[in-house]
Nanobody, 120 residues
Framework: QVQLVESGGGLVQAGGSLRLSCAAS????????MGWYRQAPGKQRELVAR???????NYAESVKGRFTISRDNAKNTVHLQMNSLKPEDTAIHYC??????????????WGQGTLVTVSS
């Protein structure tokens, strides 16, 4: 069974920083992409950032220049460094991965979510 375990969420004041981490574990043959989505109350889930196997990155326009996604391939781990946080960044953040697991297929996996709360 493949599992994505998130850490690093919490409460921070506006202007502060948090670092989210997500580790993929289990029978993983390879990871095609990992990233972060977020969902705030009353809003749709949106892509925050992602990084592909080849190292390409994508960011939501609202976080460009403030957030940085990185990976540790040896540990099957992705990090999201979030700086200059704003109250509107408050959301449940979900780790996402597209990877080759025990089924023999490339599939999408999701973490359970970690709450980021930014106070004003």
């Amino acid at each position: 069974q493949v599992q994505l375990v998130e850490s690093g969420g919490g409460l921070v004041q506006a202007g502060g920083s948090l670092r989210l981490s997500c580790a993929a574990s289990g029978s993983i043959s390879g990871i095609n992409a990992m990233g972060w989505y977020r969902q705030a109350p009353g809003k749709q889930r949106e892509l925050v950032a992602r990084i592909t196997r080849g190292g390409s990155t994508n960011y939501a326009e609202s976080v460009k220049g403030r957030f940085t996604i990185s990976r540790d391939n040896a540990k099957n781990t992705v990090h999201l460094q979030m700086n200059s946080l704003k109250p509107e960044d408050t959301a449940i953040h979900y780790c996402y991965a597209n990877l080759w697991g025990p089924s023999g297929y490339a599939m999408d996996y999701w973490g359970q979510g970690t709450l980021v709360t930014v106070s004003s």
